[in-house]
């Protein structure tokens, strides 16, 4: 009877290495705003892994500061596209991830990011409490536990490349409907011009044929 419920809490185990990686927003920025983010460091020394992209608006760009628990610069940053930072906490408390929309003054922006500060990622495995007394069987257990974890970092970084490919395709998108965009108003101005010219032609043919005739009688 054992087995059904380390299947269980493995299953646990897993649904929880997922819930860990699902931590990416997305906001949309008013023109002029300024947007702040937080997260708690719990000891000095913590990683804090800090992703954004610009996915619309304007030229995909955005101002961005990070600030630690005393108001100390992290990082900070100008009219960026994306950044992708890992940094340790100087000490433990709030830090701030903020953005600025304030060169804007008519485009709205749309940003994805992600904030994880590293106790976010540990998982405490329900299998552990399981086997309690058990060495043997968490002998046994602790390789598939091993590769449950790399695959929640494999999978952590395939989100990434998703995040990556994903941003490009908006940007390139993007780009097709701005170059659409003038070749639709090129033809117009072209076909304006052909029509004004044509009408320009016929009129100073019609005065030529005037006069010739005027001068004729």
């Known amino acids: 009877m054992r087995a059904p419920s380390l299947l269980t809490a493995l299953a646990t185990f897993l649904f929880c290495a997922r819930s860990v990686a699902a931590t990416t927003l997305t906001y949309r ?52 596209r994306q950044g992708d930072f890992v940094f340790n ?9 903020c953005f600025s929309n304030t060169m804007s003054t ?14 976010e990622q540990s998982i ?30 494999l999978a952590g970084v395939l989100g990434r490349h998703q995040k990556y490919f994903r941003t490009r395709e908006n940007r390139n998108f993007d780009t097709v409907r701005s170059t659409q965009s003038r070749i639709f108003w090129f033809g117009t101005l072209e076909a304006v011009l052909l029509v004004v010219t044509a009408a320009f032609q016929v009129f100073v043919i019609q005065i030529f044929f005037i006069r010739s005739g005027k001068s004729r009688v």
């Open 29 to 80: 920025m008013e023109p002029h705003e300024r947007a702040c983010f937080y997260t708690n460091a719990k000891a000095a020394g913590e990683k804090i892994a800090f992703y954004f992209a610009v996915q619309s608006g304007g030229a995909f760009d955005v101002d961005y500061d990070v600030t630690g628990p005393s108001n100390e610069e992290i990082l900070t940053g100008h009219k960026e």
């Open 89 to 97: 906490s100087k000490a433990a408390g709030e830090h701030s991830f």
């Open 106 to 119: 008519f485009t709205e922006k749309t940003i994805d990011f992600d904030i994880t500060a590293e106790h």
């Open 124 to 153: 405490a495995s329900p299998v552990a409490h399981d086997l309690a007394g058990r060495e043997d069987a968490k002998r046994d257990i602790r390789p598939l536990e091993e590769s449950v974890t790399r695959l929640h970092g």
